[in-house]
């Protein structure tokens, strides 16, 4: 079974919009948990980084949180932009290895 | 600006060909990893690397080696292509810290076996 779970899959949404994606995981003991950004035919790109301790943290549009209790962390995007079409991936570390979920597909459509 | 460069963007080779897929880095990274992407399965680790000549499995390295001769460059070895190997090979590097620090991924070498 894979330690990190996300979703939706994929998701459409309109230009302007606000939308969130789920990373679920199960990896312990927890280091830390990482979202990438991945456009179509590029490498991933790092977005934030939540310890532990963190709860909340933003990059421009991009806002992670973190909750290590129920093992749960979401990416919202605010105020959608085409730009932001890309798939995102969920990675969690833990014993000193890395667990990457399958991504988020993000279609922003005008 | 990190940069990691990969020599190839898509390749076409056939079944049972050696084939070569290079990475270079010029952050002077100690760590290099290659994965291997497929759609609805993620990027799964097929090695890695913490020093020169330094190498160690990930969770799918069957089929395939690795060699780092400098610090800058890591190379992915196919010994024997096979069909099941059509994929997007990913490379990324980053400094110590075992895993944690942040990777740097390169563009991706899409990879078809005929």
């Known amino acids: 079974k894979n330690q990190v779970e996300q979703s939706p899959q994929s998701l459409i949404i309109l230009e302007g919009k606000n939308c969130t994606l789920q990373c679920n995981y199960t990896v312990s003991p927890f280091s830390n948990l990482r979202w990438y950004k991945q456009d179509t035919g590029r490498g991933p790109v790092s977005l934030t980084i939540?310890?532990?301790?963190?709860n909340t943290k933003s990059n421009g549009r991009y806002t992670a949180t973190l909750d290590a209790d129920t093992k749960q962390s979401s990416l919202h995007i605010t105020a959608s932009q085409l730009s932001d079409s890309a798939s995102y991936i969920c990675v969690v570390r833990g014993n000193n290895r890395l667990a990457f979920g399958k991504g988020n597909q993000v279609v922003v459509i005008p | 600006d990190v940069k990691v460069t990969q020599s190839s963007r898509y390749l076409v080779k056939r079944t049972g060909e050696k084939v070569f897929l290079e990475c270079v880095q010029d952050m002077d990274h100690e760590n290099m990893f290659w994965y291997r992407q497929d759609p609805g399965l993620g990027l799964r680790l097929i090695y890695f690397?913490?020093?020169?000549?330094?190498?160690e499995k990930g969770d799918i390295p069957e089929g395939y080696s690795v060699s780092r001769e400098k610090k800058e460059r890591f190379s992915l070895i196919l010994e024997s292509a096979s069909t099941n190997q059509t994929s997007m090979y990913l490379c990324a590097s980053s400094y110590p810290d075992r895993g944690g620090r942040e990777q740097y991924f390169g563009p991706g070498t899409r990879l078809t076996v005929t």
């Open positions: 939540m310890t532990f301790s963190e």
């Open positions: 690397s913490y020093d020169v000549k330094m190498k």
